[in-house]
């Protein structure tokens, strides 16, 4: 059974997160389920569910956005059982610090793996009123995706100080310009919980400045080796996901900003697609070092 990913989404009070929650809701072609403290203005005129631990609002095209009643893990239990959704995406506003909850969610929930922590951070506000409080400082270091916001309504000179400050507070996440949180789904996902196993080369509108390739083949490769392959991967690969094989059946391979896991999955070859910033110049090296690990028959 493939554990449901859960993506958390965290940020300061009107940083864009419900603009976030709105641009995955229209571009992604997966059954979501969005969990929030409240409704707030995703589900507005949507038909509402009473569960016991949660209550659900159905958004059409199997979405569903809900919002909590009893405790975390109790509502996501619920939410699986009753919804099966193929993502759960947690906007963390009010319900705890984002390494509480990533606590939660590796310890309490077997059924699920965390998919990855994205903040929205506002870069206007971040120009305006640079002194960062806790809270804030807490959802930049929690974070492996940092989504600087509303980069237009700001000068240009001003966005790389914007980075080198959060590089201070995070110096391993991946940082992503946007504006109104137009961002590539492919940077912010892995895999969901899908059964069917096309890994496509992802399409990038937005962000221009990231490039892909791809890897496909049909050996057995030595799980150590590729272990060892995926720790070692350059930093500018910010999202890796795909399918490997290995001796012993194949495996999901899940992949952002330097934190990886692997889980069973079944795929008679293996398909990877690797995403990052002028990561063209390493595809050699990579798929090379990659290749090496391919077990020689």
Same mark, same amino acid.
């Given at each position: 059974?493939?554990?449901?990913?859960?993506?958390?989404?965290?940020?300061?009070?009107?940083?864009?997160?419900?603009? $976030?929650?709105?641009?995955?809701?229209?571009?992604?072609?997966?059954?979501?389920?969005?969990?929030?403290?409240?409704?707030?203005?995703?589900?507005?005129?949507?038909?509402?569910?009473?569960?016991?631990?949660?209550?659900?609002?159905?958004?059409?095209?199997?979405?569903?956005?809900?919002?909590?009643?009893?405790?975390?893990?109790?509502?996501?239990?619920?939410?699986?059982?009753?919804? !099966?959704?193929?993502?759960?995406?947690?906007?963390?506003?009010?319900?705890?610090?984002?390494?509480?909850?990533?606590?939660?969610?590796?310890?309490?929930?077997?059924?699920?793996?965390?998919?990855?922590?994205?903040?929205?951070?506002?870069?206007?506000?971040?120009?305006?009123?640079?002194?960062?409080?806790?809270?804030?400082?807490?959802?930049?270091?929690?974070?492996?995706?940092? $989504?600087?916001?509303?980069?237009?309504?700001?000068?240009?000179?001003?966005?790389?100080?914007?980075?080198?400050?959060?590089?201070?507070?995070?110096?391993?996440?991946?940082?992503?310009?946007?504006?109104?949180?137009?961002?590539?789904?492919?940077?912010?996902?892995?895999?969901?919980?899908?059964?069917?196993?096309?890994?496509?080369?992802?399409?990038?509108?937005?962000?221009?400045?990231?490039?892909?390739?791809?890897?496909?083949?049909?050996?057995?490769?030595?799980?150590?080796?590729?272990?060892?392959?995926?720790?070692? $991967?350059?930093?500018?690969?910010?999202?890796?996901?795909?399918?490997?094989?290995?001796?012993?059946?194949?495996?999901?391979?899940?992949?952002?900003?330097?934190?990886?896991?692997?889980?069973?999955?079944?795929?008679?070859?293996?398909? $990877?697609?690797?995403?990052?910033?002028?990561? !063209?110049?390493?595809?050699?090296?990579?798929?090379?070092?990659?290749?090496?690990?391919?077990?020689?028959?």
């Amino acid at each position: 059974m493939l554990r449901t990913p859960i993506t958390l989404i965290t940020g300061p009070l009107g940083s864009g997160k419900t603009t $976030l929650l709105r641009h995955i809701l229209a571009v992604r072609p997966a059954k979501i389920a969005i969990v929030m403290n409240e409704f707030g203005e995703i589900a507005i005129d949507a038909k509402v569910i009473e569960g016991k631990n949660v209550r659900i609002a159905e958004l059409g095209g199997g979405c569903v956005c809900c919002s909590l009643l009893g405790e975390f893990e109790a509502a996501v239990n619920e939410i699986i059982e009753k919804v !099966a959704p193929e993502m759960i995406i947690v906007e963390t506003t009010g319900l705890a610090e984002p390494e509480a909850l990533v606590f939660n969610i590796q310890e309490a929930l077997p059924q699920c793996r965390l998919d990855g922590v994205v903040s929205v951070i506002d870069a206007d506000m971040l120009v305006r009123f640079p002194e960062l409080g806790h809270t804030t400082r807490l959802q930049i270091e929690g974070a492996d995706i940092l $989504l600087l916001n509303k980069i237009d309504l700001i000068q240009p000179t001003q966005i790389e100080p914007l980075e080198t400050k959060l590089r201070q507070i995070n110096p391993t996440a991946a940082i992503v310009r946007s504006e109104r949180c137009g961002i590539d789904l492919d940077l912010l996902f892995g895999i969901p919980q899908l059964r069917e196993k096309k890994i496509a080369r992802p399409e990038h509108r937005h962000q221009l400045e990231f490039e892909s390739f791809t890897f496909s083949s049909d050996k057995i490769f030595s799980r150590d080796c590729f272990e060892r392959f995926a720790d070692s $991967l350059p930093a500018s690969v910010i999202r890796a996901k795909g399918f490997i094989r290995f001796a012993d059946g194949a495996q999901l391979f899940n992949f952002v900003a330097g934190r990886w896991e692997l889980e069973p999955f079944e795929s008679d070859r293996t398909d $990877l697609v690797f995403i990052g910033k002028k990561i !063209a110049a390493e595809k050699k090296s990579v798929l090379r070092e990659l290749d090496q690990c391919a077990v020689k028959q």
